[in-house]
């Protein structure tokens, strides 16, 4: 019903805005809010992750689209794909929710023609290459689901296509953070996170489908099971990670379980915790708190993930042009320098680069020592001068990538298991 | 509000007990029975639509099939069967038998608690303190903790008892013990301790109501008749106040049963809820599982609910 309503009013205030356009925006304050808001506004659905309210601020600045966030968490975004498809103008989804996405018809394949830089994307995510090498694809590679056959179609495309999924926003390389003042020795491999010796004071994500491949690198790291693929596992294999996950259970492995943010923040800053599945701004902010914490590389390498800008099959007109706008302007450097700064990576390096400092990309994308204080997006200092980037450059973090998050086919059995651990 | 009531009651109880005499009156009957339906009816169109309606859609969807992104209206009984898998095989429990179990040890010891506590608050404001005003102040201050939302309330507990928390720190200062007690958060301990201070006001007010509308003659008969105080208590007191106690048990034991964030976050996500697993189910979008497993957990409740009201005929007493 909205919908039309805004349809209707169309040609009045798209008159009206180029009229406003012309006088400039800033002669008219007087008007009411609803001339004020004339430019389109996108309904941002996404993970509180990448919703931060500076990136919304430049976008009025430069575009004069206003953005509205509607932060809800991961698997919520999915549901809200699928179940409310009009109730949100563009969409920030994780790659590995595409395959319940795309299924359901509700997202569009998006022209790659209309995005400026799409040929200037990572090919982590085109080709699932980090400078020329191939990097772990198990789970649900970005690659595997890039390109759709066509615009409409709901079956993903093998090779290159003018159609694609989700624009890459960010991505990372997951790994576990550690305590090194109270574990006090190298720690190496997944496996410490089972290690009898931190029996108490372990952590696993209590995020099904995410926390069952951090199981599985250890398992793996123990040297009990090789998968052929960690991402998209048999019942059986399901059944040997759950058993595994139990016995540590029951043996008191586990302090607790964490499921957002802030939860895994205070477990590691309040010493509950020394070693847990983590996420890299979390290892920030326990950092920003004073408390030593490390996101340890391990050399059965990383869990990754990535999450990209989708469309609704119903967007259209002037929204639809303010979304590739959007997407566009995503691409174009600002946003992207602004994401790299906080420890992710944004999908067109080179634009992001242009708007960094030189010791800021030293130290952030090649793994080179601070050469002065580097500080976050709102002025406050995060590392001294002289540290180093936990893992190091670019390459050698995304480039150690073994598996993906994922939605396994035996998803619902795994769900049944996941709960079974809960509850043992 | 309590005498009101209690003058109320005799009279459709004679109205009921008069013989239909003539037949005007009998028309006259059947017009006010008329009007009664229409004085019920908002609220039952009420009850229908945000009530048996939501149920009914539940119920029908829990025989649904669904896969990963849609559900399909095709009658199965998997859901069910996955909800009790391996319940009757023998050997170890099945997780929904120990999760059941588990939310039940939560509900008699967070029941017996607030029971326990609850009877005593109750009965310190309303028998001890002897001025009115002094009763309304105290029993307002029962109150004050909802000022703030539930999980706040929950969540100060953890500074309080982690590992390096307030009681850990005080234990140890005071050479109690040695090192930090890890069983104060994330365990059964913190769970229950989170149940009884967020519940315990539900057993305070209806126990408290039930005290006030105590007849006080009754309880210098009693003294008359050379009863002791325990006797007094347990003879006279806890019979009166029983609809009280029914009422704050159904109030405890409900909100214990359907809840999963205080498990969650004082259990440290480690022990399961029936909440939990339908919350997990939601978000993976397996509504009709997730509805399998709430009309379970709507009948295990009933049941609870059931042999309460057998024990206390609930619309007598009150």
Redesign the interface.
């Known amino acids: 019903m909205t919908d039309s309503r805004t349809q209707a009013g169309l040609t009045r205030r798209s008159l009206l805005a180029g009229a406003a356009g012309a006088a400039g925006s800033q002669a008219i304050t007087g008007f009411p809010a609803i001339l004020a808001a004339e430019p389109v506004t996108l309904r941002y659905l996404g993970t509180a992750v990448n919703q931060s309210g500076d990136i919304a601020r430049k976008v009025k600045e430069d575009l004069g689209i206003t953005i509205e966030y509607i932060p809800v968490v991961t698997d919520e975004v999915s549901k809200r794909v699928v179940t409310q498809p009009n109730s949100f103008d563009i969409v920030d989804s994780e790659y590995f929710s595409l395959k319940k996405l795309m299924p359901s018809g509700n997202l569009v394949g998006m022209d790659a023609r209309r995005i400026k830089n799409a040929d200037k994307i990572t090919p982590v995510f085109t080709k699932g290459e980090v400078n020329g090498k191939k990097i772990g694809d198990q789970g649900t590679a970005p690659k595997k689901v890039f390109y759709l056959e066509g615009q409409n179609s709901t079956k993903f495309a093998t090779s290159p296509t003018e159609w694609v999924t989700l624009i890459p926003t960010t991505y990372n390389a997951d790994t576990l953070g550690i305590r090194p003042d109270l574990i006090k020795r190298p720690i190496s491999s997944w496996k410490e996170l089972l290690n009898p010796e931190f029996k108490g004071r372990a952590s696993i994500l209590n995020i099904p489908s995410i926390g069952i491949m951090d199981a599985a690198m250890v398992v793996e790291a123990m040297g009990d099971y090789t998968y052929p693929d960690k991402g998209n596992m048999t019942k059986a294999e399901i059944d040997r990670t759950m058993k595994v996950l139990i016995e540590a259970k029951r043996a008191g492995q586990f302090r607790a379980f964490w499921q957002d943010f802030n939860e895994s923040v205070n477990l590691m800053a309040s010493g509950e915790t020394v070693i847990q599945s983590m996420w890299s701004p979390a290892v920030t902010k326990v950092r920003s708190q004073g408390v030593a914490c490390t996101y340890q590389p391990l050399k059965e390498g990383y869990r990754a993930w990535a999450t990209g800008f989708g469309l609704p099959k119903t967007l259209s007109g002037r929204k639809l042009d303010a979304a590739y706008d959007f997407i566009n302007w995503f691409l174009s450097g600002w946003a992207g320098a602004y994401l790299n700064r906080q420890g992710y990576y944004s999908a067109v390096l080179e634009t992001a680069k242009a708007q960094m400092e030189p010791y800021e990309w030293a130290y952030w994308m090649e793994g080179k020592p601070a050469a002065q204080d580097i500080k976050a997006p709102d002025g406050t200092v995060m590392e001294k001068a002289g540290s180093l980037r936990d893992g190091g450059s670019f390459e050698q973090r995304m480039g150690a990538v073994a598996c993906w998050n994922s939605v396994m086919d035996e998803n619902t059995y795994m769900i049944r298991k996941w709960n079974e651990f809960i509850a043992a | 509000m309590s005498l009101a009531s209690e003058r109320a009651m005799p009279v459709p109880a004679a109205a009921a007990a008069r013989p239909a005499a003539a037949p005007g009156l009998a028309a006259q009957a059947r017009r006010q029975r008329r009007l009664a339906y229409w004085q019920a009816a908002p609220l039952a169109l009420v009850f229908l639509a945000f009530f048996a309606v939501p149920l009914a859609l539940t119920l029908m969807v829990s025989f649904w099939e669904y896969n ?3 559900i399909i209206p095709s009658f199965t009984l998997q859901n069910y069967a ?1 909800v009790f ?1 391996g319940c009757f095989s023998g050997g170890d429990l099945c ?1 929904t038998f ?2 059941y179990l ?1 939310t039940l040890k939560f509900c008699l010891l967070a029941w017996a608690f607030t029971l326990g506590i609850g009877f005593t608050v109750a009965y310190f404001v309303a028998f001890h303190v002897r001025s009115s005003a002094m009763q309304t102040v105290l029993f307002l201050l029962c109150t004050i903790p909802f000022w703030t939302s539930n999980v706040i309330r929950m969540i100060a507990w ?2 309080l008892l ?4 307030l009681v850990n720190d005080g234990l140890m200062a005071l050479g109690l013990t040695r090192a930090p007690i ?1 069983g104060l ?2 365990s059964d301990f913190a769970v229950v301790l989170a149940f009884v201070h967020l519940n315990t006001v539900f057993m305070i007010v209806p126990i408290f109501n039930s005290m006030m509308r105590i007849d006080r003659s009754l309880l210098e008969a009693a003294r008359d008749a050379g009863a002791s105080d325990w006797q007094t208590l347990w003879t006279v007191i806890v019979p009166l106040c029983k609809p009280g106690i029914a009422i704050g048990s159904i109030f405890v034991l409900t909100l214990v049963m359907g809840d999963f964030v205080t498990v ?1 976050v004082m259990g ?5 809820s029936v909440g ?2 339908i919350q ?7 509504f009709p ?1 997730a509805a399998a497993n709430a009309v379970v957990l709507l009948g295990a409740v009933t049941l609870v609910i059931a042999g309460l009201t057998r024990l206390i005929d609930l619309r007598r007493e009150l």
């Open positions: 990963e992104y849609e996955d898998e997780t120990r999760t588990s953890i500074p982690g590992r390096n928390g890890d958060l994330y969650g440290g996500q480690q022990i399961a939990k697993v997990v189910q939601m978000s993976y979008l397996q599982a």
